[in-house]
């Protein structure tokens, strides 16, 4: 069970900064708008729906878990798409997020009640800083003067429900990304890969902690004859 619950704490996303930095600001329009707020809870029905809402994904993560194999072996592409596929799977079933996806809905939640552009781009710096995320192609730094350049024409701080204003910025926007040759229907198949590479970083982590606490359990006086098993050979259904 230890193995497995370390196994669904993977979620955490390795290796896709960049991309995920360009699906930020390849955000079609509407994320600008304001969302509707969700109907407020109270007290122990709130905490009952959260507990419940927990329960449910984690039993349907290990009930994908029991049935699937996975083989940990990085370097193998057709394990890492398998382990990305049986992800995928669980994010699915059990109504999760992928990357890309949580950051969109940080964005959301967020800037909701942000009223001017300028500290909605702000707000999506904090975003990326406290991610961990990084711009190595400038995008933010593009972002802003682009802004800058819209408010010198509108003489005036540009806001979020000015609708001409906003349409003039996001053409600036789609500027950078044909300069980037940033497409956003390309997004789809950028995220697969990212995915892929995340997979990847994932599987990596599970093969060094199983072969750390092989390591451990060699030391112990009762195994250190036995034979080190290739961790590619372990069936994590078999711990959980």
């Not at 619950?5 to 993977?10: M, P, Q, V």
């Not at 707000?123 to 972002?143: P, S, W």
């Not at 950028?190 to 750390?212: G, N, R, V, Y």
Request: overall charge positive; aromatic content about 6%.
């Amino acid at each position: 069970m230890a193995f497995s619950s370390r196994l669904l704490s993977k979620s955490k996303q390795f290796c896709g900064s960049q991309l995920t930095f360009q699906q930020t600001h390849a955000i079609p329009a509407r994320f600008f708008a304001k969302q509707a707020d969700p109907p407020a809870l109270k007290g122990d029905e709130m905490l009952k729906g959260i507990f419940l809402e927990v329960k449910k994904k984690f039993e349907t993560a290990m009930g994908i878990l029991r049935k699937e194999k996975i083989t940990i072996d990085p370097e193998d592409p057709a394990a890492v798409a398998q382990y990305a596929n049986v992800m995928k799977t669980i994010r699915e079933k059990a109504g999760l997020f992928s990357e890309s996806q949580r950051i969109q809905y940080t964005i959301q939640t967020r800037t909701q009640d942000i009223p001017d552009a300028r500290s909605y781009l702000l707000a999506l710096k904090e975003i990326r800083i406290k991610r961990g995320l990084t711009d190595d192609q400038g995008v933010e730094t593009m972002m802003f003067d682009a802004l800058e350049k819209v408010e010198k024409e509108l003489k005036k701080p540009l806001m979020r429900n000015d609708k001409r204003g906003m349409a003039v910025l996001v053409a600036e926007f789609d500027k950078i990304n044909k300069k980037l040759g940033i497409r956003r229907e390309d997004l789809p198949k950028h995220e697969e890969q990212l995915e892929l590479k995340i997979s990847k970083a994932q599987l990596e982590e599970l093969k060094k902690d199983a072969l750390e606490a092989m390591e451990t359990q060699k030391k112990r006086e009762e195994f250190k004859d036995e034979q080190m098993t290739d961790v590619k050979s372990l069936d994590i259904r078999n711990f959980i």
